[in-house]
Structures are given as C-alpha cells and as structure tokens.
C-alpha cells in the first residue's frame, strides 16, 4: 500500500480531493464561533440548508449580509445562481478567497443604502442575522430597496434570534442586536411588503412551527410582493 493514501480505502477520495484543492480553512465569522461556542456553527449552517430548501430550484438569488459567506455553498447546492453581499469588505475578500470551483457565486461589496443592488432581479432573497442588527429608523428604507430588486414572483425569507432569546444572550450579542422583534412583529413588518408571510420558529438546529414565545430564532417566508 502506498503512503501517500489512506489505511481505509472508503476514506481515500477525501484525501485525494484535499490533495488535489488543499484544506478548507473557516471564514473570518465562523473561525471565531469555532473558537468561541463551536455548536452555533452547527445551528447557523441549519438555517441556511432551510433557505437552500426553501428557495431551491430558483435561478438567481441574493443573500443580503452575507458576513464571511462560509454557508454559502449551501444555498448555491439548490439555486442556480447566487450572489452575496455585505457592507464590509474584508468579509467580501475573505468569502471570495475561500470559492471553490464546484460551487461558484458572486460577491459584492453594497451599502444597501447607498449602492445599486448587483445582478438585479432575484427571484429569491433572504437575510439571516442580519436585521435584528439595523436600527428600527432604517429596516423600512433597507425592505424598500431589497423588495425594489426583486422580481415579480420573487420570494424572500428573513431570519433573527426572537426578541424573547435576548434574556440569554451573551453580552456581546446583546451590544449588537439592537432590532431584535417577536414573532408577530417581524410578521407584521413583513405583511407591509408581502401578501403571504409565512413564519417559523428555530430552537438550535431544528426549525418548527411551535409557538414562537419559546423560539431562540424566527424565520420569516414571504411571498407575493405588494
């Protein structure tokens, strides 16, 4: 048997393909969760399979504060098309240094506010983690502008940890979750866009429809844009 391969042959593509690409380091976001609290990586990738499920089969969709895009491979497995942005650029450069081949997407530096949505219209846009980060004065302008690069059928799901979490959140997620609503608030904001808002609540990894008042985290599904 040769060195350079694995003692079990069912586990030698793996080695091959990391001969072949090289390791797949984390992100700027999801190395810090690694280090800090390793299951939140565990719960953060589960609501990007549901966004990937949700949206699956769509051709050109936009994530909206993709962060270090470390979950993006997992929306593009089911979209045609995808493009992700953030108003940082190191997380931009840093999402774009980690694309591998297999699963490609786009990567854009925006400032919602102030720059032109790229690759517009999506027929599906989502949001996780990052609204609850806005100050309230600003979600309207930021929902305008995203509905604004939809397309007529297109579909968008937002996602944040439920103002009742906030009672057990670290301290320095508290700093930064500034907007943090409950389920029926978020479903309202919505309704002021959508037609149909579909709202699902998250404890850790598993999404449910269970009453929201025990949910850490609150997914909204919306379609049929007003």
Same mark, same amino acid.
């Given at each position: 048997?040769?060195?350079?391969?694995?003692?079990d042959?069912?586990n030698?593509?793996?080695?091959?393909?990391?001969?072949?690409?090289?390791?797949?380091?984390?992100?700027?976001?999801?190395?810090?969760?690694?280090?800090?609290?390793?299951?939140?990586?565990l719960?953060?990738? +589960?609501?990007?399979? %549901?966004?990937?499920?949700?949206? *699956?089969?769509?051709?050109? /969709?936009?994530?909206?504060? $993709?962060g270090?895009?470390?979950?993006?491979?997992?929306?593009?497995?089911?979209?045609?098309?995808?493009?992700?942005?953030?108003?940082d650029?190191?997380?931009?450069?840093?999402?774009?240094?980690?694309?591998?081949?297999?699963?490609?997407?786009?990567?854009?530096?925006?400032?919602?506010?102030?720059d032109?949505?790229?690759?517009?219209?999506?027929?599906?846009?989502? +949001?996780?983690?990052? %609204?609850?980060?806005?100050?309230? *004065?600003?979600?309207?302008? /930021?929902?305008?502008?995203? $509905?604004?690069?939809?397309?007529?059928?297109?579909a968008?799901?937002?996602?944040m940890?439920?103002?009742?979490?906030?009672?057990?959140?670290s301290?320095?997620?508290?700093?930064?979750?500034?907007?943090?609503?409950?389920m029926?608030?978020?479903?309202?904001?919505?309704?002021?866009?959508?037609?149909?808002v579909?709202?699902?609540?998250?404890?850790?990894?598993?999404?449910?429809?269970?009453?929201?008042k025990?949910?850490?985290?609150?997914?909204?599904v919306?379609?049929?844009r007003?």
């Open positions: 048997m040769s060195e350079d391969t694995t003692r042959p069912a030698a593509p793996g080695y091959e393909v990391q001969k072949k690409i090289g390791p797949t380091r984390l992100g700027v976001l999801k190395n810090w969760e690694w280090y800090d609290d390793p299951k939140r990586i719960f953060s990738m +589960s609501r990007y399979k %549901f966004v990937s499920k949700m949206f *699956e089969g769509r051709e050109n /969709v936009m994530e909206f504060g $993709c270090d895009a470390f979950n993006a491979p997992i929306v593009r497995q089911g979209v045609k098309k995808l493009t992700v942005t953030d108003f650029p190191v997380f931009i450069a840093d999402a774009k240094e980690r694309m591998r081949d297999k699963w490609p997407y786009d990567a854009f530096v925006v400032d919602i506010l102030k032109e949505v790229p690759n517009a219209p999506y027929d599906g846009i989502y +949001s996780m983690d990052v %609204f609850e980060h806005l100050p309230a *004065e600003m979600e309207d302008e /930021v929902l305008q502008k995203l $509905c604004a690069a939809l397309s007529e059928h297109g968008m799901i937002i996602g940890p439920s103002l009742e979490s906030q009672e057990y959140a301290p320095p997620s508290k700093a930064g979750h500034i907007n943090c609503k409950t029926p608030d978020l479903k309202a904001l919505m309704q002021k866009y959508f037609h149909s579909f709202m699902f609540s998250m404890n850790d990894e598993v999404v449910h429809t269970g009453y929201h025990m949910a850490h985290y609150i997914i909204a919306c379609a049929d007003k």
